[in-house]
């Protein structure tokens, strides 16, 4: 019996979708990393982007544009300062506020780290056949759960039935 139960329940379990192909992506990216003897995650490459954007940058201003909550990305940043790939230091102004930067070994990684980047781009772009209307859609679905959260939408569709 070779089924697809995620598949055969559509949009019921979009997330479970969403979930698997991340997965298996992520999944794939680590097993690169590792064939290639690159001590990275593959959910770290958003975090080197932006330092190497933006220079240094407080665990709030990394959180805010990505969408990611302030524990997540303290996780993902202690993970890379453990790796020796980013500098925290106290801001100047407000002791409270820790300004992140990329290392000189981080910053010596970034060329070769674009390169992989830069194959996941094009391997992505083959797998959707160059066709980003997803993005769309990706969009929409974004754009709705700000504007009202998925739990108050349940929580209304639910409590229509009782």
């Known amino acids: 019996m070779n089924q697809d139960f995620i598949?055969?329940?559509?949009?019921k379990a979009l997330d479970s979708r969403l979930k698997r192909i991340s997965d298996r992506m992520s999944h794939d990216v680590r097993k690169f990393y590792k064939e290639m003897n690159i001590e990275v995650e593959?959910?770290?490459y958003l975090?080197?982007?932006?330092l190497q954007k933006n220079i240094e940058m407080s665990i709030v201003d990394i959180a805010e544009p990505l969408g990611y909550s302030h524990p997540s990305v303290v996780a993902i940043i202690k993970k890379m300062v453990d790796k020796n790939y980013l500098n925290i230091r106290k801001d100047n102004t407000d002791k409270r506020k820790q300004m992140v930067s990329l290392t000189e070994k981080a910053v010596d990684?970034?060329?070769?780290?674009e390169q992989i980047w830069d194959s996941c781009e094009k391997a992505i772009l083959q797998v959707l056949s160059d066709d980003l209307g997803i993005l769309n859609y990706l969009d929409r679905i974004d754009s709705g759960l700000?504007?009202?959260?998925?739990?108050?939408?349940?929580?209304?569709?639910?409590?229509k039935q009782i």
């Open 7 to 11: 598949k055969e329940l559509g949009y």
């Open 146 to 159: 700000k504007d009202e959260s998925f739990h108050h939408r349940f929580k209304k569709e639910y409590l």
């Open 109 to 113: 990684m970034l060329p070769q780290l």
């Open 42 to 44: 593959p959910n770290w």
């Open 47 to 50: 975090v080197f982007m932006l």
